[in-house]
């Protein structure tokens, strides 16, 4: 963390007992990917870890998220997440009109 921390912003992170704290349960949590997950957190350019100044603690939260997104090599932004939900939205409604024309179909036939 601190040297991909180093890289992006030009300066060494604060260290205190939080942020070793945090960094602790980072590792505890993601073992021996933390490093490059951690590498690949900094890299990110996700509005929320940016206004945040890529903070530990966002490291932290989203530690499993970051997990994935680092070995599927697929980042989730908002946009894409919109995306996704809307597509599952057109699939329940495509599957609730199925039902509905099944259920008239099974009515007129009786």
Known sequence: YANAY???YGV????NA???G???????????HAPAVAEFFLGSNA???VQRGHAVGALLADAEKLYTEWATGRR??????????????NFDNAAQ???MLRARREGKGA
């Open 6 to 8: 180093a890289t992006r």
């Open 12 to 15: 060494e992170p604060l260290r």
């Open 18 to 20: 939080s942020v070793n």
């Open 22 to 32: 945090k960094v602790s349960q980072i590792v505890a949590r993601l073992g021996e």
């Open 47 to 49: 509005a929320f870890y």
């Open 76 to 89: 989730t932004t908002a946009a894409s997440a919109r995306q996704s939900e809307q597509t599952q939205t």
């Open 97 to 99: 009109a199925a039902a």
